[in-house]
């Protein structure tokens, strides 16, 4: 049975970051499936007192099975101990008599063991490449939903949107003429963090030609606050009609879509996010000075390059090994 006041100091952790660090639902959602396993291992002891459980919450943690039927991923065992860690510390400061004899030291070990940190697994890096992405979009288009799809898969990899903002981004917030993307929450945007930003799209012609064909096809049609990503009546077409329900719900019907139009092109289907990885990475290649490649970490919406470096920067294995190969004599 789940402690009564673990669970109010948990409740209370996500109502501060919810109301004042003003985080979305959807992270909020996140945090708590994360913490929920502190909860349950816990089971009924205070949380001022649990350094002394075995088997410890890391190794806990490292023997649950996910959803896929496989034992949690490094990445996602890292950021569950991140947020375990986080909501201590956080109700250590905000409680301080209840959690006065909780052994700091303990809290700081919460982590993976070494043989299921991030450094001990070989990096699968999943993407689209351009070549991929031109299969997607040479597919041919008989239905206004085909040439939307294909629309969206040009326009994910040359922009490197996040999905959420993709399908929440109006008409009025692409400026094609200039290569800009207005991504605004005040115009409905949504982007990570409710972020605001001008960014750009690669100049890449012949998927730029297919952005453009479902543009001007969508403004001879659509009010300027109409989606991109336009909404699609019962018998797939274009309609002026507002969408109901949650917009954002719109993603899965995109993936959806998307792994229908690989299945046609005969390209391995990925998750919509991997065009954003194919955009850093097809980016990142052709960048040749530190300017280039800020330009590229800021148009990524990142706060810093360091982002940028830390999640795109490693070379992909068939990089390292022409690189490599091409130092022989």
């Known amino acids: 049975m789940i402690h009564r006041q673990n669970y109010l100091d948990v409740k209370a952790y996500l109502d501060f970051q919810a109301s004042v660090r003003q985080l979305s639902p959807g992270t909020i959602n996140t945090l708590w499936s994360r913490l929920r396993h502190l909860l349950e291992w816990a089971d009924e002891k205070p949380f001022s007192k649990c350094g002394r459980i075995r088997p410890a919450f890391p190794v806990y943690c490292e023997a649950l099975i996910g959803k896929n039927k496989k034992p949690l991923s490094a990445a996602h065992l890292n950021a569950m101990m991140k947020t375990c860690r986080a909501f201590l510390n956080w109700a250590k400061s905000e409680y301080p008599r209840r959690y006065k004899n909780m052994d700091a030291r303990w809290v700081e070990s919460l982590r993976p063991s070494r043989g299921r940190s991030e450094q001990a697994q070989l990096e699968s890096r999943e993407l689209y490449t351009l070549e991929e992405v031109r299969k997607l979009v040479s597919c041919p288009a008989d239905t206004t939903a085909q040439r939307r799809m294909r629309a969206a898969v040009a326009f994910l990899f040359l922009s490197g949107m996040r999905v959420g903002a993709f399908v929440t981004l109006p008409l009025e917030c692409v400026d094609l003429a200039n290569l800009r993307v207005l991504q605004l929450p005040a115009k409905g945007v949504h982007t990570k963090n409710s972020k605001a930003a001008v960014t750009f799209l690669l100049n890449i012609p012949d998927l730029l030609e297919v952005v453009q064909e479902w543009d001007a096809f969508l403004r001879k049609r659509l009010p300027p606050e109409a989606y991109w990503y336009a909404h699609l009546d019962r018998f797939g077409e274009i309609t002026t009609e507002k969408p109901t329900g949650k917009r954002l719900e719109v ?58 470096d830390g999640i795109y920067g490693k070379l992909v294995s068939d990089d390292v090994r022409d690189m490599i190969m091409g130092l022989g004599g």
């Open 251 to 308: 993603r899965h019907s995109l993936r959806d879509d998307l792994k229908v139009l690989c299945e046609r092109a005969g390209v391995a289907y990925k998750s919509p996010h991997k065009f954003r990885h194919g955009h850093a990475v097809y980016a990142l290649k052709q960048a040749r000075t530190p300017a280039q490649m800020k330009a590229i970490s800021q148009n990524l919406m990142h706060s810093n390059m360091g982002i940028t």
